[in-house]
Nanobody, 124 residues
Framework: QVQLVESGGGLVQAGGSLRLSCAASGRTFSTHAMAWFRQAPGKERDFVAAISWSGGSTDYSDSVKGRFTISRDNAKNTVYLQMNSLKPEDTAIYYC?????????????????WGQGTQVTVSS
């Protein structure tokens, strides 16, 4: 069982940066692929970025590629999402997700554990 707690969200002006963190409980964090998804009001939950258990593989949605960077520190049981050049359309609740012994995926159904989410608001 893995519990995930996101932090780092907030209000930022367009063009600014934020770094989200997702702290995981449990000793098996290093065996889990991790991902970030986001959900804007009235919209479906969308894939943002994912990272393999080793950190050797990453994937990004086209909308954030080149602006966002996902990383992880297995010693700290934490995954990060560095968000630069933020745009108003990045406004959403950002969720951290984990899946064990599976490759990274853009499909939310592949992830077994979810955090409660953290709000990111980008003003124009």
């Amino acid at each position: 069982q893995v519990q995930l707690v996101e932090s780092g969200g907030g209000l930022v002006q367009a063009g600014g940066s934020l770094r989200l963190s997702c702290a995981a409980s449990g000793r098996t964090f290093s065996t889990h692929a991790m991902a970030w998804f986001r959900q804007a009001p009235g919209k479906e939950r969308d894939f943002v970025a994912a990272i393999s258990w080793s950190g050797g593989s990453t994937d990004y949605s086209d909308s954030v590629k080149g602006r966002f960077t996902i990383s992880r520190d297995n010693a700290k049981n934490t995954v990060y999402l560095q968000m630069n050049s933020l745009k108003p359309e990045d406004t959403a609740i950002y969720y951290c997700a984990a899946t064990r012994w599976r490759p990274i995926s853009r499909d939310s159904k592949e992830y077994d554990y979810w955090g409660q989410g953290t709000q990111v608001t980008v003003s124009s």
